[in-house]
């Protein structure tokens, strides 16, 4: 029901930035909170940040705190995830996905995208 398409991603050397895009289509889009995950090869996913479309409240995971910016644009239906600083353990395949509560795992959230890749070189 309800489609994410991330983009932005690419291969940016370390200490450098990049800005993710997730666009979100679908009838349901605007009571479900938007987060990003990351997988890196072999690894379990993480989750990075949340945003809430309705009001915006944002939360982000300890080890991104200060390097990265959720935000919503609820006219574009569009969430960002800015990132700062990147480091190489930064590198992992990004994801949006979409739930009914910021507070969820990777296993509550209901929709997501196909991922856009970041590599981050040293």
């Known amino acids: 029901q309800v489609q994410l398409v991330e983009s932005g991603g690419g291969l940016v050397q370390a200490g450098g930035s990049l800005r993710l895009s997730c666009a979100a289509s679908?009838?349901?889009?605007?009571?479900?909170?938007m987060a990003w995950f990351r997988q890196a090869p072999g690894k379990e996913r993480e989750r990075v940040s949340c945003?809430?479309?309705?009001?915006?409240?944002?939360y982000s995971e300890n080890s991104v705190q200060g390097r990265v910016t959720i935000s919503n644009d609820r006219a574009k239906n569009t969430v960002y995830l800015q990132m700062s600083t990147l480091l190489p353990d930064d590198t992992a395949v990004y994801y949006c996905?979409?739930?009914?509560?910021?507070?969820?795992?990777?296993?509550?959230?209901?929709?997501w995208g196909r991922g856009t890749p970041v590599t981050v070189s040293s």
């Open positions: 996905a979409a739930t009914i509560w910021c507070g969820l795992g990777a296993a509550g959230y209901d929709y």
């Open positions: 679908g009838r349901t889009f605007s009571r479900y909170v």
């Open positions: 945003t809430s479309a309705s009001d915006g409240v944002t």
